[in-house]
């Protein structure tokens, strides 16, 4: 099963960008969503959103972050945000999410590029250049190198930001996001996000 989340997420992104390269990586890195349902002492196992059960290699020393909820009100002007967004007929983008990144982590990943949270779904990493209080929430002017886009964030859409995780979060029943890549022909976490006490990690 992870060879075939790999194909298509390698499929996705070759398609999105197949005028900057013509044939997918070897083992490209992959975003696995799911609950952790056992822990060995090397491994890790997820129900993956897909339905599967995947079992990942996990180092003891495997970076890990806590993602916890935080308010709208968070975000500020000269914010270094991610948010996953849907594209609108206006040309705007509509928050799936938002993550405030924090100050150590400014510049990230910075810019806009298609993102597997949704179908069609996109990521923009960049610097709240300007925010305005709407009646449903706020619109973010988002600057990054080479553009920009207006993102609206309803209230109600997740706000979020990161800490340095604790190993005490990896818990049976624990919600993650997991980068992973094939390894030694074993799936393999890179860097797990884990929300603690059930709480999804929403990008």
């Known amino acids: ?11 996705g992104f070759v398609s999105a960008f197949v005028l ?21 002492a090397g491994s890790v ?38 948010t996953a967004a849907m594209p609108k007929a206006d040309g705007t983008l509509e928050a799936l999410e938002v993550l405030v990144f924090p100050e150590a982590m400014r510049g990230t990943g910075e810019g806009h590029n298609p993102w597997d949270l949704q179908k069609d779904s996109t990521m923009t990493n960049a610097t709240v250049a300007d925010l305005k209080v709407a009646p449903n929430g706020r619109q973010l002017k988002l600057t990054y190198k080479g553009g920009e886009k207006v993102v609206n964030v309803a209230v109600g859409a997740p706000i979020v930001t990161f800490r340095p995780g604790e190993k005490s979060l990896l818990v049976v029943g624990a919600k993650v996001l997991i980068q992973a890549q094939e390894k030694d022909g074993k799936p393999t976490a890179l860097r797990m996000t884990i929300g603690r006490d059930g709480f999804t990690p929403p990008m």
């Open 1 to 11: 099963m992870f060879k075939k989340i790999t194909a298509f997420v390698a499929f």
């Open 20 to 40: 900057a390269q013509t044939a997918a990586p070897a083992n490209p890195t992959v975003r696995l969503r799911g609950v952790i349902e056992k822990l060995d």
């Open 45 to 82: 196992t997820i129900k993956e959103r897909r339905g599967e059960t995947i079992t990942l290699v996990m180092a003891e020393n495997t970076p890990m972050n806590e993602v916890y909820p935080i308010d709208i009100s968070e975000i500020k002007a000269g914010s270094f945000i991610g």
